[in-house]
């Protein structure tokens, strides 16, 4: 059994800031790539950002320079801060985490929602 517990996602006003965790547990052996998706009402599920065992992280265009994304390994947990939000980035965020086999596991979604 496989848990991705995530918390931070709230009310927030344009310009402001918030932290978003997820922390895995369970039989999820090596992991390989952290990373969050966000998906807005109509909207496909798309990437936000995504960090390897490494350290190499992507990140979608519209949140460079405002998203960064970091893991600590030895607790499997993802962050994910963001500044300088925007009402565009108002969605529901999902935590994703591949392991060394390829399989991904799922959180539960978190809400976001940037007030103008």
């Known amino acids: 059994q496989v848990q991705l517990v995530e918390s931070g996602g709230g009310l927030v006003q344009a310009g402001g800031s918030l932290r978003l965790s997820c922390a895995a547990s369970?039989?999820?052996?090596?992991?390989?790539?952290m990373g969050w998706y966000r998906q807005a009402p109509g909207k496909q599920r798309e990437l936000v950002a995504a960090i390897t065992s490494g350290g190499s992280t992507n990140y979608a265009d519209s949140v460079k320079g405002r998203f960064t994304i970091s893991r600590d390994n030895a607790k499997n947990t993802v962050y994910v801060q963001m500044n300088s939000l925007k009402p565009e980035d108002t969605a529901v965020y999902y935590c994703?985490?591949?392991?060394?086999?390829?399989?991904?596991?799922w959180g539960q979604g978190t809400r976001v929602t940037v007030s103008s």
């Open positions: 994703n985490v591949v392991n060394v086999f390829g399989k991904d596991y």
């Open positions: 369970g039989s999820i052996f090596s992991i390989n790539v």
